[in-house]
Each structure stands twice: as structure tokens, then as C-alpha cells.
């Protein structure tokens, strides 16, 4: 059974053990997703970690305390700009997010929050975003069946939240229909 479930909250408010930043290299406050954590995890407290820890490639995660959130950790994420495609951004995408579920793994962790990484101000089409985050995540599952691991989608916007339900069930029907 698949422990992914996509529900329609702001990624502070859930309680899960980590929730993932969608990051920029940096790891400075950016706007989006980012701009958010830093300001409801305590923006100082958070840039300083980050600035402890400098930098964090594309397609590779970092760890930081939660500070004020509900989640006892930040998992900052850094995914592609969308530039059409061709500049191996699916790759990178499934990578960020594989990358976020190992090191919640490396760390005990058993909950994971994610928001569709690349999707908003990174300018990855929606679809596309899907896509890799939950074929990253499915394979992350199925890998370590023994590891159980809860992961949850949080999107403000109906209709993502559609987008991602649909293409979900598509990938799981399409797993079980699959010769073992």
C-alpha cells in the first residue's frame, strides 16, 4: 500500500517529522514556498543554519532544524528552473525530491511534507512536477517497502491538487497492472 496522500494546506501548518523547502542553491529566504518556511519557522534562526551550511546543489537536499514549525525538521530542496526541458531538469527534479526522502531516512524520519517543487516561481510545468515527484516518491517505496514512510503533498490551489490526485492514481494503476 502507497502511504501518499495530497491535501490542500499550507506546508507550516502540517506536523509531519520534516517538511521540504523548495530551496534555491543559496539556501538565502527566497519568495514562494521558501519565503514562507523561513518566516514561520523564525527567519533568523533559519537563515542562520543555512548560512552554516552555505550552499546546496540542484537536485540535492540539506537538513535544518523545524525551529517554530509543527515539523520537528526542514528539508531544503533544490529543484530545476524550467528552461524548456532539455537541460536535464527532469532528472534533477526526481533527484531533489529522492534526495529528501533519503536524508529523512538517513534521519529516523517516518513523515515527510513536500510542496510540488519547481512548480512556482521555478516555472516547471505543473504536470511535468507531478510527474517526477511522484514517480521519485513511489520509487522510493517500493525500494525500501520495509521503511515506512508517510509522505504528504500540501498545495493551496484546487485544481494542482487535482492535477496530482489524477496523475497518482495513474501511476498506481499503472504500477499494479505491471507483471511482478
Not at 528539508?75 to 534526495?99: F, K, N, T
Not at 534521519?107 to 511522484?134: C, D, M, N, R, T
Request: overall charge negative; charged content about 20%.
Amino acid at each position: 500500500m502507497h502511504a501518499i496522500e495530497i491535501r490542500r494546506i499550507g506546508i507550516t501548518e502540517l506536523d509531519t517529522d520534516a517538511v521540504v523547502n523548495a530551496a534555491n542553491s543559496g539556501l538565502w529566504e527566497g519568495g514562494g514556498v521558501c519565503g514562507f518556511i523561513f518566516r514561520e519557522a523564525g527567519a533568523l534562526q533559519m537563515t542562520e543554519a543555512c548560512r552554516r551550511i552555505g550552499h546546496c546543489e540542484e537536485g540535492s537536499a540539506v537538513i535544518t532544524p523545524g525551529f517554530q514549525l509543527p515539523a520537528k525538521f526542514v528539508i531544503h530542496a533544490v529543484g530545476p528552473r524550467w528552461s524548456g526541458g532539455c537541460q536535464g531538469e527532469p532528472d534533477l527534479l526526481y533527484s531533489a525530491y529522492r534526495h529528501s526522502l533519503l536524508l529523512a531516512q538517513e534521519k529516523g524520519l517516518h513523515s515527510i511534507g513536500f510542496p510540488l517543487i519547481s512548480a512556482g516561481i521555478f516555472g516547471y510545468p505543473v504536470e511535468g512536477a507531478w510527474e517526477q515527484a511522484i514517480r521519485a516518491c513511489l520509487d522510493f517505496q517500493d525500494e525500501y517497502a520495509d521503511y515506512k514512510m508517510q509522505i504528504v503533498f500540501a498545495v493551496l490551489d484546487e485544481g494542482i491538487k487535482e492535477i496530482g490526485e489524477k496523475k497518482l492514481k495513474e501511476y498506481i494503476i499503472r504500477s499494479e497492472t505491471l507483471p511482478q
